[in-house]
């Protein structure tokens, strides 16, 4: 199948997108299968717009503070964020850990806000991260209520891949960890995406239906099982049940 100018655009996009350290020509063009001819006409047309920038040194390509301003209009216009962020302040200070915002799209767990403690445990994770639901608290919270059908359409013919030795690899068994979030109204992610991290989810709901996922993620030294359940569950679990009451139809 011949792709379009549009498709090879987009795949472009997404490559960069993956590198934040910056592709070479040559690198997109032996990865993407492309000629570097039309990787270099798609770059030309992006770069004076300023959704793709070059450095000057290494010629590496990234992508352009053009989509800064772009995730900030589309950031900016989703509620649940605007309503969470003081209570995700709040939660910061009390917890003195990472809290996270995320949403499901494309079968994606997309964190959209971000509060880290100065000093505190340095994660991989940014506003726009993008994890496979199945490895994460904040996914399996979001993953937990969805029909049998949207499983199938994220999972069916899929493998659920490995992060660490603890990831779920297994769709029963991943099944079976949904049907116990349900009734527990919280998860917890035992260094199944990061060894050495442990995050503890609970749901946001807007008409019964959980459309966000709040979380606290730290060190498995600092964010013991005994401080997971006699302290930071509870502290999830009311925070979360506050925004929630804050959103309206």
Not at 57 to 81: A, C, M, Q
Not at 173 to 188: G, S, T, V, W
């Amino acid at each position: 199948m011949k792709l379009s100018s549009l498709d090879k655009s987009l795949q472009v996009l997404e490559l960069l997108s993956k590198n934040p350290q910056g592709v070479s020509l040559s690198e997109l063009s032996t990865h993407l299968g492309f000629p570097q001819s039309s990787i270099h006409h798609v770059l030309s047309t992006f770069l004076p717009y300023d959704y793709v920038s070059q450095n000057p040194e290494t010629k590496k390509y990234s992508l352009g503070f053009k989509f800064l301003t772009i995730g900030k209009v589309i950031l900016d216009n989703i509620d649940v964020r605007k309503i969470a962020y003081r209570h995700l302040r709040f939660l910061n200070g009390e917890c003195g850990e990472a809290v996270h915002l995320a949403i499901l799209r494309n079968g994606k767990a997309v964190y959209i806000e971000k509060i880290e403690k100065p000093g505190g445990l340095t994660l991989s994770t940014y506003i726009g991260f993008s994890p496979e639901p199945h490895a994460t608290a904040t996914g399996k919270v979001l993953l937990s209520e969805l029909s049998l059908d949207k499983l199938m359409e994220i999972y069916k013919g899929k493998t659920l891949n490995a992060y660490t030795k603890r990831t779920i690899t297994n769709l029963d068994k991943l099944m079976d960890e949904l049907k116990k979030i349900r009734k527990q109204e919280y998860a917890i992610d035992l260094g199944e995406h990061t060894d050495g991290v442990r995050c503890l989810s609970a749901p946001i709901r807007l008409g019964g239906q959980i459309i966000a996922a709040l979380s606290i993620t730290g060190s498995t030294y600092t964010m013991t099982m005994e401080r997971i359940n006699n302290i930071l569950k509870d502290l999830v679990m009311k925070t979360a049940q506050r925004i929630s009451s804050e959103m309206r139809l």
